[in-house]
């Protein structure tokens, strides 16, 4: 029994990449777009990305998204 067929394909969790600095991360925000964007660069964005801290507008497609059900 060597292959149980569980192990066929990688897991889609590992590293995301930030459409804002490029970089592997290994949590990002994500749109239902398919945009994603890293902790770091959420932080430095907030003032243009977020009115209220809840949630926060996907600069792709402009959807508002949360921050907390993800
Ligand atoms: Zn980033
Ligand atoms: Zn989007």
Known sequence: MARS???RKHKLQTAT????CRRQVPFCW????GFAICQ???QANL???SC???TWQCPDCGQQ????NQ
């Open 52 to 54: 209220n801290g809840i």
């Open 47 to 49: 003032w243009g990305m």
């Open 40 to 42: 770091e660069c959420m």
């Open 65 to 68: 998204n949360g921050f907390g």
């Open 17 to 20: 990449k930030c459409h804002c």
């Open 5 to 7: 067929g569980y192990t």
């Open 30 to 33: 994500t749109c239902r777009c």
